[in-house]
């Protein structure tokens, strides 16, 4: 899904940056026609300089990777390290078990409801631009925030 998206829009006329391992790069998996492409030596790097390049964050059905990447996204926006929107395109039901565990996870008082709240989900591509705008970061508490600037 990723090279069919950077396709799409490198053929509408837009940029793509892409980051990835050196490990995955000697692979040969990297896309050579992207409009930036960065080397970085791990994996804890590419999903940093992947956060600083985003002004938001899609997830589209995925395996490890994306349920990672999703999952400390969110966790940055809960702790303020960032405030950036999450939204997930539940096609045909994709993460419906995930979204159960994260209900799941609020009834049992692990996440708190507001956190939950911090992923908007949408079925349908049409409705990913509404929900990135709809957006809003959670509210971070001020001892957590102490000695850092808020975002």
Do not use: S
Request: a negative charge; proline letters at 6%.
């Amino acid at each position: 899904l990723m090279k069919i998206a950077a396709e799409a829009a490198l053929d509408a006329g837009g940029e793509v940056i892409g980051v990835i391992t050196q490990q995955l790069m000697v692979r040969e998996v990297g896309h050579p026609g992207l409009t930036l492409l960065e080397v970085v030596p791990t994996m804890h790097e590419r999903k940093m300089r992947m956060a600083n390049h985003a002004d938001a964050f899609v997830a589209l059905p995925g395996g490890f990777g994306t349920f990672d990447e999703l999952c400390e996204m969110a966790t940055w926006d809960q702790l303020g390290i960032h405030a950036k929107p999450l939204v997930m395109l539940n096609v045909d039901g994709y993460f419906d078990g995930f979204l159960a565990q994260l209900d799941r996870a609020v009834e049992d008082r692990f996440v708190k409801p507001e956190h939950r709240t911090m992923l908007a989900v949408v079925t349908d591509v049409e409705a990913v631009f509404a929900a990135l705008e709809a957006w809003r970061a959670p509210e971070v508490p001020d001892w957590l925030l102490q000695g850092t600037p808020k975002p």
